[in-house]
């Protein structure tokens, strides 16, 4: 039974339909599981497992009369808190928000029950959703499986938990600076950040009405490639208003064996270096792709500079974060700004700029974003696939100290906190697909995974070629401690 609660949501889907397990079984196997192992991980911090067990009995009815639900039939899953379900608060670790009690479920949850899931629970993230960590007023801590005393990132981290623990059969989370893929990384999991727009946001909100965020996307987590492909489907498509005159058609993987693609890895840059041990992962699929044949360069690059890059999308970014900020707060900010020297091109100065971003000069920052992402459609005239680390270290230690104070360490060299999100940066801006899939783990045992990225609405191409590449080098692996 254990070794049933690692398996893919897929291979779950199938045991319930041939009749091998029943729904009520496998939902009392995961809920035994959350009861033992959780009080360390502190993963599902929302529990609805009376909810499930009913759900369950009603997929057992329906499967004894020969009728199915959908592809994920009797499948227990979880869900990141920031998504809405009936009945459950949506606090997204805000203290003023624990009250905040859904009374319908959002259009993602809609979507995995009509597809014949059901929900466990909900699984924890940072405030605000905007940390590596998980950790919040409102639930607490989370840590990672592989270590508990380790953060298993953020803001998706209680999702890529939950998978890596056996928790739960399935998870989506959400995306705007690495929080489905850092997650994935530290935990050993699968997560795929789609191409801006695949899936609405709908039902990922704190307050009705709210309208999708620049950068930011929906997408799932998973223990297998399978299940990113089998979750994107569900959950993408327009929403009700959108799908009166426009429907999505993304095209499949257009490549049978990974032989036949065109590969860069992109193992480091000087913008922000990282460990050894990653960059090696990179250089490692790198040498097995050439092996079986495929194109492999380590120098293909779009014709971008970095710095100008990464500045674009912090200022891009960090509009979008601030938006959120009460009046006084972004009145301080302004105070601020309007006190630097204007030859400041300092990080903390251009952060601060950012804030208080006026129209205007948000629309001169898309320009430059459409620069790049020409630059990246040039590229990927050339090349299918890149192959990048998704953030510089393995899982690292819990750090709940100051934001502007925190650093990680990289081989011994310190790094500024936020330098790592220059891995995450290179999709996000550019709207691009990222699948982030696990290669095994470092040599002090904790997962490493690397991104597959690609040209925009190529997500089902990122999403092959994890499954292809992980056959070769790593897939999911589940933490003794667990076992």
Not at 62 to 81: D, Y
Not at 164 to 176: P, Q, V, W
Not at 245 to 272: C, H, M, T, Y
Not at 347 to 356: D, K
Request: glycine share 8%; hydrophobic share 40%.
């Amino acid at each position: 039974m254990t070794e049933l609660a690692f398996l893919s949501a897929s291979d779950l889907a199938r045991k319930i339909s041939t009749n091998q397990i029943s729904s009520t079984e496998l939902t009392k196997l995961y809920i035994d599981r959350i009861e033992r192992f959780d009080g360390a991980i502190n993963a599902v911090v929302v529990r609805i497992f009376d909810e499930a067990l009913a759900s369950a009995e009603i997929a057992d009815a329906m499967q004894a009369r020969g009728e199915s639900l959908g592809p994920l039939h009797g499948v227990p899953m979880t869900i990141k808190e920031s998504y809405v379900i009936k009945g459950t608060p949506a606090t997204w670790g805000l203290e003023a928000f624990r009250n905040n009690i859904a009374e319908r479920d959002g259009l993602a949850v809609a979507r995995f029950k009509a597809a014949g899931a059901h929900f466990l629970g909900k699984t924890n993230v940072p405030v605000n959703l905007a940390d590596f960590q998980s950790y919040n007023p409102v639930y607490g801590t989370t840590g990672n499986p592989w270590d508990t005393e380790r953060t298993p990132g953020g803001s998706s981290g209680g999702s890529a938990a939950a998978l890596a623990a056996g928790f739960s059969g399935l998870e989506a989370g959400s995306d705007i600076g690495g929080s489905i893929r850092n997650p994935a990384h530290f935990c050993g999991v699968y997560g795929h950040k789609p191409t801006y727009g695949v899936i609405p946001m709908q039902g990922h909100e704190l307050m009705n009405g709210i309208p999708d965020a620049d950068l930011a996307v929906c997408g799932p987590l998973a223990r297998s490639a399978e299940d990113l492909h089998l979750a994107l489907d569900i959950m993408a498509g327009p929403a009700e208003r959108e799908a009166l005159g426009w429907q999505l058609s993304l095209p499949s993987a257009d490549f049978k064996q990974l032989k036949e693609l065109r590969v860069a890895i992109w193992a480091n840059d000087e913008a922000a270096p990282v460990a050894r041990e990653v960059a090696e992962r990179a250089d490692e699929v790198g040498r097995i792709l050439s092996n079986m044949g495929a194109t492999v360069s380590d120098s293909a690059r779009p014709n971008f500079d970095g710095s100008s890059y990464i500045l674009n999308y912090r200022t891009l970014l960090n509009s979008v974060m601030s938006a959120s900020l009460p009046p006084d707060q972004i009145s301080r900010i302004q105070e601020h700004v309007d006190s630097l020297d204007r030859k400041d091109f300092s990080e903390a100065a251009v952060m601060a700029r950012s804030a208080v971003l006026s129209h205007r000069d948000w629309i001169r920052a898309n320009v430059q974003r459409e620069k790049l992402r020409h630059a990246w459609s040039l590229f990927f005239e050339d090349w299918d696939i890149v192959i990048c680390p998704q953030m510089a270290t393995t899982a690292f230690p819990h750090d709940q100290g100051d934001f502007e104070g925190r650093v990680i360490n990289v081989d011994n060299q310190e790094q500024s906190y936020f330098s790592q999100l220059f891995w995450s940066g290179l999709v996000t801006n550019a709207y691009l697909p990222s699948t982030v899939f696990p290669t095994g783990l470092s040599s002090s045992g904790l997962p490493i995974g690397l991104q597959a990225i690609s040209a925009p609405y190529r997500d089902h191409r990122t999403i092959e070629f994890a499954r292809q590449i992980t056959q070769e080098i790593g897939g999911f692996v589940a933490p003794s401690a667990y076992l």
